[in-house]
């Protein structure tokens, strides 16, 4: 187990809702990256959190929004939820370079 | 931004077999990360390999940076090695690394 917590697991929500994912990072580590992988994808990288700050940004609309807390627990936020948007939303806490992964939030949109 | 290929993009094997797992990338890199995908969605690492050879029990990685590839290597596979295995290696001064598309890997009994 890598330390790094995700929730909810599983998740259903409807298109046009909003969604709030959340993640606790592993001990130590002041720097959370989140993912987004589609069936038979790679993770695409959303953004990435340091010390509280964004710290780059991928290729992903605004209405994908995070925060970082002052414990390094983050959140990923998905306003105006589409079809499209049905993956699993993985995220990685780092101290460096070295990512490790929570389990992963499986998000449906109907 | 780099660019990473992965082959093959599907394996099987029966179990007791060894294979190799390739990853190009197409800018000089300054860390990459092997990852084991379970057929539950967990990346789990399985090296952090910037360069040169590092071995774990029956996997092994190589990273040949000057020549933009790694390769992981299974020996005696077994059904548990089964899942999606991923490199990620990160360019420049980023702290992001890009995925590849993996290599689906089923191992038969």
């Known amino acids: 187990e890598t330390g790094v917590t995700q929730s909810p697991t599983h998740l259903i929500k409807t298109r046009g809702q909003q969604v709030t994912l959340r993640c606790s990072s592993q001990s130590g580590h002041n720097t959370v990256s989140w993912y987004q992988q589609a069936l038979g994808q790679g993770p695409q990288f959303i953004f990435q959190?340091?010390?509280?700050?964004?710290?780059g940004r991928g290729n992903f609309p605004p209405r994908f929004s995070g925060l970082q807390f002052p414990n390094y627990s983050s959140e990923l936020n998905v306003n105006a939820l589409e079809l499209d948007d049905s993956a699993l939303y993985l995220c990685?806490?780092?101290?460096?370079?070295?990512?490790?992964f929570g389990p992963g939030t499986r998000l449906t949109v109907t | 931004g780099i660019q990473v290929e992965q082959s093959p993009p599907d394996l099987i094997l029966q179990e007791g077999a060894n294979s190799t797992l390739r990853c190009n990338f197409s800018d000089s890199v300054n860390n990459l990360q092997w990852f084991h995908q379970n057929p539950w969605g967990q990346l789990i690492n399985l090296f952090y390999?910037?360069?040169g050879t590092k071995q774990n029990g029956r996997l092994s990685a190589t990273t040949v940076a000057t020549e933009r590839y790694s390769l992981l290597y299974i020996s005696s596979s077994q059904t548990t090695d089964s899942g999606v295995y991923f490199c990620?290696?990160?360019?420049?001064?980023?702290?992001?690394?890009?995925f590849g598309r993996g290599t689906s890997l089923i191992v038969h009994p």
């Open positions: 390999i910037p360069s």
């Open positions: 990620a290696p990160l360019s420049g001064g980023s702290y992001i690394p890009t």
């Open positions: 990685a806490s780092s101290s460096q370079y070295e990512q490790y």
């Open positions: 959190y340091y010390r509280e700050e964004e710290n």
